[in-house]
């Protein structure tokens, strides 16, 4: 990789670079497709040798949890993107319908009364995606001290404005910022409210909780006598009572 004069080509260790990332990606993608087609397979095999004495709650565990393996491992098969790796998506393919078949054979037997679950994974959002680790520090530092410590709002905005100081002052030590070290510094507000607003911290919690009896949600309650929550199942007993 040297030309005449003894100088590497650049162009050549590019090229050989970038040979070597793509060899890499492909084995992952297959290597990961893998995993996911022996994962399947072992579903199968699972549902295939549910044992006659299992009892009813039973089984129905036994399909709940295959039935969530299955959705996770959908969800990563989506994810390989190789061309390398097209054949080993189609037999995953195959392998997802297979173990849908047998799910809906058990199921027609064993129907799924378990509480309705709700997937909002995609509605997920990461407010501290895209922010560089120094500014993600600040943050945490900021929110433990008014969370955890019960530092008033004063305070905790006063440390705000001093971890800004100070990272100015370390940044300028070699010279003029980076245009990433300005944009980690510029994240950091100088208020804790912005940092609870961007967390969802500023929304207040409403416990529930589930009747035993009746599956319903129900605001938890208070012992006149202590702190310790109670259930309310009055519905419950009105049920009964209309028996």
Known sequence: MTS??????PHLFNSVLLSSTVKKAATN????ANELRRDLQGCIDTLDNIPPSYSSSEVC?????????????RSDAQQITRVEALQALENIGLLVVEVERRLHHWRAQYPDISPIKVDNENAFHDPG??????????YSL????????????????I???????????LASLGGPPRLVQTCALEAIPNQIATIENQFDFDIEPVIHA???????????????????LLLAIHLYFIKMADQ
Request: hydrophobic share 35%; glycine share 6%; aromatic share 6%.
């Open 4 to 9: 005449e004069g003894g100088n590497s080509d």
């Open 210 to 228: 589930v009747c035993p009896h009746c599956n319903y949600l129900y605001e938890p309650q208070l012992s006149p006598v202590s702190k310790d």
């Open 142 to 157: 900021a929110l433990s001290q008014h969370s955890f410590a019960r530092a008033s709002e004063a305070s905790t905005n």
């Open 61 to 73: 565990s036994v399909l709940s949890s295959v039935k969530d393996r299955v959705s996770a491992d």
């Open 129 to 138: 995606s895209g922010r560089s680790t120094p500014t993600l520090i600040a």
């Open 29 to 32: 993608a297959l290597f990961t």
């Open 159 to 169: 440390t705000l404005q001093v971890m800004h100081l100070f990272g100015s002052a």
